[in-house]
């Protein structure tokens, strides 16, 4: 990008004409699971755990469903495949993430707790790495680790306004550590 260009966009989103936004993947584990399956005559088993993840803009917003991941049957220990993306807004250190654990089973699937997250704590931490006990676990302790990959920042031009594209800007954050 040429020196006059990015000089017009840095006055242009200085102006509040458009926002910049940081895309982030997250990915999701959880450590040291207590056991959850009472099967036959054997003791109680490992879950078969999986995770519903939960995204709010801002400390002001309700939480919004972004998906559920893949079942791992019996792994106290699991490893979710799955990435889910947003864009924070840059600046922003009031969205957070949650995400709630549950044992699948037959019938009823078990409770195993919930993790809140503040996405600048998950942008800013070394690695992009931050793990947090489970809230209101009823069988013991648990932990939820969630890794993040930040890809830049993206120019967001509101449909209202002039301008007729958004452009990807060819540089990390400003908060990504490398």
Not at 59 to 79: A, C, H, M, Q, R
Request: proline share 5%.
């Amino acid at each position: 990008m040429g020196r006059a260009t990015f000089l017009v966009l840095a006055t242009i989103l200085a102006a509040g004409c458009v926002s910049a936004l940081t895309r982030v993947e997250i990915m999701l584990s959880a450590r040291d699971l207590p056991d959850y399956d009472i099967c036959c005559s054997s003791p109680v088993l490992p879950p078969d755990g999986y995770a519903v993840v939960y995204f709010a803009p801002s400390n002001l917003d309700d939480y919004f469903e972004e998906g559920t991941t893949t079942i791992l049957s019996n792994n106290n220990n699991p490893n979710w495949p799955e990435v889910f993306s947003f864009n924070v807004a840059e600046g922003n250190t009031t969205a957070r993430l949650r995400a709630v654990l549950w044992d699948s089973d037959v019938d009823d699937d078990d409770y195993m707790g919930s993790a809140e997250i503040n996405i600048a704590d998950i942008i800013s931490a070394f690695g992009h790495s931050v793990t947090r006990s489970l809230q209101g676990a009823p069988k013991g302790d648990g932990k939820v680790v969630v890794t993040a990959r930040v890809n830049g920042t993206l120019v967001h031009v509101p449909v209202d306004s002039g301008f007729r594209h958004a452009r990807h800007l060819n540089y990390k954050s400003l908060n990504t550590r490398t």
